[in-house]
């Protein structure tokens, strides 16, 4: 029987605002779309947070025996400044200030994105399709969204007619905006643009002569709205309408909004049954800017780089601080909150690795069930991981007093506490395994440093049968070494 027949998880739904219990339309299978970077810059810790709520969301329905396809879109093109209608492409933006090719940026920060994930130990997403290479798909919506009557043709662009889609549909559905409030809230149009109205959005845009990524189609040489990217790709891997799509707060509206009215014009019925949104991260009780210095990039973690933090910190420790906030709370960003994380973690991860050393009774005075199910009703209420990590730490008391003698437990019952704690801290939390902090204590720090220069030594007597036996022994002793230009350095697991 699969797991997911004896868990009842439930979804906090954005479209209803409430907590609904999770079902597929198609048993045993889970379609999840999750909006994914725009590629001009280096990965902000905002969007790391977002995208691991979803890493854990994708890790608990596959626990669960789901069979998911998680699709994560990269936005290489279509994505304007300011996220409107106007102005100049970010990518081509980015491009042109730096005077490469706008692919080089795409390629730069999309490598730079996958570092940063596969850093903090994030699955890959069953796809990750690019809008760029979506083109044909999203012209074939338009013509679809215009044949339908809910989009208009002026000099080249298209727009989406937003008022004519709200005289059958109901624009503001997910956002719970009124479109009659939107229309008192917006300027009147000054004359220079090609919108009937303020609130109706693009669908191509047709290129001015200096605009550098560009695509024929039948209404001009130009590129696709932002909007439109999403919907073609979700449908496209998916289907018309699929089980969850997921994002940052930020994008609620007017992207998933837009999102939902393109695909109903399409196809004529609500795209997506659960719609998730992560909540924001602040720094310090304020909103994260480089304007202001309240700033921090992810390898700034690991290397404590930054004036914000007191020393480094292991990516898992970074992820376990994460994770204490669910994903739809406000997460604040403070080293003294990575500080206590640090602590919380090298508990759990010391009692995890005693598991192996603990002695079995002839029988259990602890309800072992009864606590592995505390640990599924955590993630089954709406993916909280803060509650989990609670109980997990129910847990590691546990260890402590089957270590100390105070409680026994079954062989069987060990072997339950020692494969749960692993599933929950490791599969489903994502959590790497380590004892030892960010570069290990200064003794071993000075030991490592005698052992990298004698295999410099050896390298440079062309010995590299003692070069390998140096770097593969402390490799086996959880000791990494890392080559670099700058020379030799290394990490502790």
């Excluded at 590129?223 to 999403?230: D, I, K, Q, S, V």
């Amino acid at each position: 029987m699969p797991l997911y027949d004896s868990q009842s998880l439930k979804i906090y739904n954005s479209l209803s605002g409430e907590k609904e219990i999770f079902k597929p339309l198609m048993p045993g299978y889970v379609g999840m779309y999750v909006c994914g970077p725009t590629v001009y810059s280096n990965v902000h810790l905002g969007n790391v947070r977002t995208f691991m709520s979803f890493d854990v969301i994708f890790r608990y329905l596959k626990h669960l025996d789901y069979k998911v396809r998680y699709v994560r879109n990269i936005t290489d093109a279509g994505h304007l400044e300011n996220d409107a209608d106007e102005g100049e492409d970010r990518i081509a933006k980015k491009a042109r200030l730096e005077a490469i090719e706008p692919m080089e940026v795409v390629q730069r920060y999309t490598v730079d994105f996958h570092n940063i994930l596969n850093t903090f130990n994030f699955l890959p997403p069953s796809i990750e399709p690019t809008a760029t290479g979506h083109i044909i798909e999203q012209i074939e919506i338009i013509k679809s969204i215009i044949d339908n009557g809910f989009a208009y043709v002026v000099n080249g662009s298209v727009y989406f007619d937003v008022h004519k889609y709200n005289e059958s549909k109901t624009y503001g559905i997910l956002s719970k905006r009124k479109l009659e409030d939107l229309i008192h809230n917006t300027r009147a149009l000054d004359g220079q643009s090609d919108k009937k109205n303020p609130q109706d959005f693009a669908l191509w845009k047709k290129a001015e002569p200096q605009h550098i990524m560009r695509w024929p189609s039948p209404w001009s040489d130009g590129f696709p709205g932002w909007h439109l990217e999403c919907t073609a790709m979700s449908t496209k891997y998916l289907g018309e309408r699929f089980d969850i799509h997921g994002g940052g707060m930020d994008l609620k509206f007017p992207h998933h909004e837009c999102e939902i009215a393109q695909a109903q014009a399409c196809n004529d019925e609500p795209p997506v049954n659960y719609w998730m949104h992560a909540n924001m991260l602040i720094m310090n009780g304020k909103k994260m800017a480089k304007s202001t210095g309240n700033y921090i990039l992810p390898n700034e973690i690991f290397s404590g780089d930054n004036p914000h933090i007191t020393k480094a910190f292991l990516p898992s420790v970074a992820r376990f601080f994460m994770l204490q906030a669910h994903y739809r709370s406000i997460l604040d960003f403070t080293n003294n909150g990575l500080l206590a994380s640090e602590k919380g973690y090298f508990r759990l991860m010391d009692a995890i690795n005693l598991l192996d050393d603990l002695k079995s009774g002839s029988s259990s005075s602890v309800d072992l069930e009864e606590w592995v199910q505390k640990c599924y009703d955590a993630m089954n209420d709406d993916f909280n991981t803060p509650v989990l990590i609670a109980n997990l730490f129910e847990g590691v008391k546990l260890i402590n007093q089957v270590k100390e003698g105070s409680i026994t437990i079954t062989k069987e019952d060990l072997e339950l506490l020692k494969s749960t704690m692993h599933t929950f801290a490791f599969d489903i939390l994502g959590l790497k395994n380590s004892n030892k902090e960010v570069g290990g204590s200064d003794k071993l720090a000075s030991a490592v440093d005698i052992l990298i220069n004698l295999r410099k030594e050896a390298r440079h007597n062309k010995d590299f049968a003692l070069s390998d036996k140096i770097r593969d022994e402390l490799a086996e002793a959880g000791i990494q070494l890392q080559d670099g230009k700058d020379g030799t350095t290394f990490t502790t697991n």
